[in-house]
């Protein structure tokens, strides 16, 4: 399937901010600790994980000057991620005020992040992986707004959930038209999918570990029933997991044969609406 050319589709929102109040629970999951901690887990990989998806399409920039459509996707794609970037960066800020250590985590995901998968791996194979993850973040922000995943989470998580879900939807075809262009092998793709998988949930793992070590008194047995009653509440592997190596190991595969574009835009809408302006005293 080709992407039909609509660069007006990914519009960027600098303006909004998601910010979270001082007393904002430290659970804040309906499903308890181990939801609330899988879910934490996920949102400390955001930042630089967007960041990597960033410079990843960015190397290619200048071998897009002859479709000026995909350039201009390109750039709010840029935009969107930025700011996911930042907003999450905020909320792993608010985990360390609520005494949670996750220095020694970042670090390390810092490292093999930049140290190892940007630096070791060929500029092709990173933007392979960007477009098998992008690929996940669609199918996870099409359940986030379809399936009511945080519907009676913390307003505030749902809120910073939901919007970012509601942009991933909307711009998840860029990097993989990027990838279709400059490096179209289906080999490629594969092996962008197998690596960005391992990573993704081989991290999300290990993060999520991280934050409930450090709840008092649950100990290894303890994360382990927290890890295990969270998946029985929300099987995220085979909501998720399974679902996306099926679509996107088929060779004919597109982002845009999950018609869900207007789920996304829907929700976005009240953000894009004029805001009313304050009349005179």
Same mark, same amino acid.
């Given at each position: 399937?080709?992407?039909?050319?609509?660069?007006?589709?990914?519009?960027?929102?600098?303006?909004?901010?998601?910010?979270?109040?001082?007393?904002?629970?430290?659970?804040?999951?309906?499903?308890?600790?181990?939801?609330?901690?899988?879910?934490?887990?996920?949102?400390?990989?955001?930042?630089?994980?967007?960041?990597?998806?960033?410079? %990843?399409?960015?190397?290619?920039?200048?071998?897009?000057?002859?479709?000026?459509?995909?350039?201009?996707?390109?750039?709010?794609?840029?935009?969107?991620?930025?700011?996911?970037?930042?907003?999450?960066?905020?909320?792993?800020?608010?985990?360390?005020?609520?005494?949670?250590?996750? %220095?020694? $985590?970042? =670090?390390?995901? @810092?490292?093999?992040?930049?140290?190892?998968?940007?630096?070791?791996?060929?500029?092709?194979?990173?933007?392979?992986?960007?477009?098998?993850?992008?690929?996940?973040?669609?199918?996870?922000?099409?359940?986030? !707004?379809? !399936?009511?995943?945080?519907?009676? %989470? @913390?307003?505030?998580?749902? &809120?910073?959930?939901?919007?970012?879900?509601?942009?991933?939807?909307?711009?998840?075809?860029?990097?993989?038209?990027?990838?279709?262009?400059?490096?179209?092998?289906?080999?490629?793709?594969? !092996?962008?999918?197998?690596?960005?998988?391992?990573?993704? $949930?081989?991290?999300?793992?290990?993060?999520?570990?991280?934050?409930?070590?450090?709840?008092?008194?649950?100990?290894?047995?303890?994360?382990?029933?927290?890890?295990?009653?969270?998946?029985?509440?929300?099987?995220?592997?085979?909501?998720? !997991?399974?679902?996306?190596?099926?679509?996107?190991?088929?060779?004919?595969?597109?982002?845009?044969?999950?018609?869900?574009?207007?789920?996304? =835009?829907?929700?976005?809408?009240?953000?894009?609406?004029?805001?009313?302006?304050?009349?005179? &005293?």
């Amino acid at each position: 399937m080709v992407a039909p050319p609509d660069p007006a589709r990914i519009l960027p929102r600098l303006h909004l901010k998601f910010p979270f109040s001082p007393d904002y629970p430290r659970i804040w999951h309906k499903n308890g600790v181990g939801s609330t901690h899988l879910w934490n887990g996920l949102n400390m990989l955001f930042p630089e994980g967007e960041r990597f998806f960033i410079r %990843s399409v960015n190397h290619y920039l200048p071998r897009l000057d002859d479709t000026p459509d995909l350039r201009v996707q390109v750039k709010a794609f840029f935009a969107q991620e930025g700011k996911h970037a930042h907003e999450h960066q905020d909320y792993i800020e608010l985990l360390k005020s609520q005494g949670f250590d996750v %220095s020694g $985590f970042m =670090r390390v995901f @810092h490292r093999i992040v930049w140290d190892v998968i940007h630096r070791y791996l060929p500029p092709a194979l990173c933007l392979a992986i960007t477009a098998a993850l992008e690929h996940y973040t669609a199918i996870m922000g099409s359940d986030t !707004l379809t !399936l009511g995943v945080f519907a009676d %989470s @913390h307003p505030a998580m749902r &809120a910073l959930i939901e919007w970012h879900a509601a942009e991933e939807i909307e711009h998840k075809s860029v990097a993989f038209d990027v990838l279709r262009k400059v490096a179209p092998g289906y080999g490629l793709r594969v !092996l962008g999918m197998l690596i960005g998988v391992a990573a993704l $949930f081989g991290f999300w793992f290990l993060a999520t570990v991280t934050l409930l070590r450090q709840e008092p008194g649950l100990g290894w047995v303890g994360v382990t029933r927290e890890l295990r009653q969270a998946h029985r509440k929300d099987p995220v592997l085979q909501r998720v !997991l399974w679902r996306g190596l099926k679509e996107y190991l088929r060779p004919s595969f597109h982002p845009l044969d999950d018609d869900n574009l207007h789920v996304a =835009r829907a929700y976005l809408a009240m953000y894009d609406a004029p805001q009313p302006k304050a009349e005179a &005293a």
